[in-house]
């Protein structure tokens, strides 16, 4: 199997992609714009040069050529010509759960079975390591041998780093079930409170391999797409009438209501600088939040725990124009955002006069004249 990935501590980039994607500034292609336009979730391909406007702080910039790329084919030009039509593309899946799914398996199977360019690089990145499958892989390997590596990662290292969050899911069942069975109120809850801090610590926000992402694509001339996958998560507790003894309790009441009332956020996690830096990375961060089925038991509750977890990617996919799902087949999320990395326009455009190179600007954006649709906009 390694013959198809290698783990790395950082997101890795194929020699051949880089070279490629560095090769590709034409003279006429210094500066460029990914721009990608889409009616109720539809890509619009009608648009032509005349409907694009680019400008920095306020000032508008002479638009030189445009390139429709519609199913990873250049499929019109306009103006000057745009030497790099097709983009190379990265794409990272990282996959954010504590227990292997079969329908896991099914994103790695419909990722390996898209068609790609020779150029194009993908990793998969698990609670335990990042691999890389690089173009010589994508191209020489078979789907079926990419699928088995892919899923054989997956099984291994989720089934190793959910193992602890398990473990405590379980010890706070029987803390539950030990609460309604009489056991004492005040030590049971400072148990399941030391149990809640510890899933809470293995659970915090990382935002190191964003931010390695950032830094090694961020010279890259490329369509980048950064995927997370959430698991969702539950966390057990007290039925009904059990909350009701424990509120009417004057010595627990504040606890319980604590503990088992609503689900704190991580309050230190400041997202603003991560963000910048994916965008000006050019990385698009996109959300599936894959919702499973938890095992019903009639003696306990289960609340929703991930919820913080997805305010925190819903804000950065929202923020990189990014796609968000919530969906039990997580397969299908990924073929629309796949679907959308075959699809764009490039916009070349004249860049600021001399005089105003060395004032600092709020950066190149586009906008669309008298269309109202959705526009996501990416410097190269």
Do not use: W
């Not at 005040?186 to 801090?197: A, F, G, P, R």
């Not at 997202?271 to 019903?296: A, N, W």
């Amino acid at each position: 199997m390694k013959k198809f990935f290698s783990g790395v501590l950082a997101i890795l980039i194929s020699g051949a992609a880089l070279a490629l994607a560095s090769n590709q500034r034409g003279a006429n292609d210094d500066h460029l714009l990914l721009l990608q336009v889409f009616d109720k979730g539809k890509f619009v391909e009608t648009l032509s040069l005349s409907d694009f406007e680019v400008f920095t702080d306020g000032k508008l910039l002479d638009v030189k050529g445009l390139s429709l790329v519609k199913g990873l084919k250049e499929k019109r030009k306009e103006g000057m010509e745009i030497k790099s039509g097709v983009l190379p593309r990265v794409i990272v899946l990282e996959f954010r759960g504590y227990e292997y799914d079969q329908k896991l398996g099914q994103i790695v199977e419909h990722l390996f079975r898209t068609p790609y360019s020779p150029s194009d690089t993908i990793s998969l990145v698990t609670p335990v390591k990042v691999y890389g499958f690089f173009s010589e892989y994508l191209r020489d390997r078979t789907p079926e041998e990419l699928i088995n590596a892919g899923s054989s990662i997956l099984k291994r290292d989720l089934s190793v780093t959910g193992k602890t969050e398990n473990e405590i899911i379980q010890e706070l069942t029987r803390l539950v079930l030990d609460l309604q069975e009489g056991s004492s109120a005040k030590d049971t809850l400072m148990q399941y409170q030391q149990n809640l801090e510890s899933l809470k610590n293995i659970r915090k926000f990382s935002s190191d391999t964003l931010m390695a992402a950032a830094g090694r694509f961020s010279e890259i001339r490329a369509l980048k797409h950064y995927v997370i996958i959430y698991e969702q998560e539950f966390l057990p507790i007290p039925n009904s009438q059990m909350m009701d003894t424990l509120l009417a309790n004057q010595s627990v009441m504040f606890q319980a209501s604590e503990l088992f009332r609503s689900i704190s956020s991580d309050e230190s996690v400041i997202l603003e600088p991560l963000i910048e830096e994916l965008k000006e990375s050019g990385i698009i961060v996109d959300f599936i939040y894959f919702k499973t089925d938890p095992r019903p038991r009639p003696d306990i509750q289960l609340r929703e725990l991930s919820t913080d977890m997805f305010d925190i990617y819903f804000k950065m996919a929202n923020a990189t124009g990014g796609f968000v799902g919530s969906s039990v087949t997580p397969s299908t999320q990924l073929r629309r955002i796949l679907e959308r990395t075959e699809n764009y326009y490039l916009i070349s455009y004249a860049g600021p006069s001399e005089e105003n190179l060395e004032r600092p600007t709020s950066g190149v954006k586009a906008r669309l004249k008298n269309k109202d649709y959705k526009l996501t906009c990416v410097k190269l």
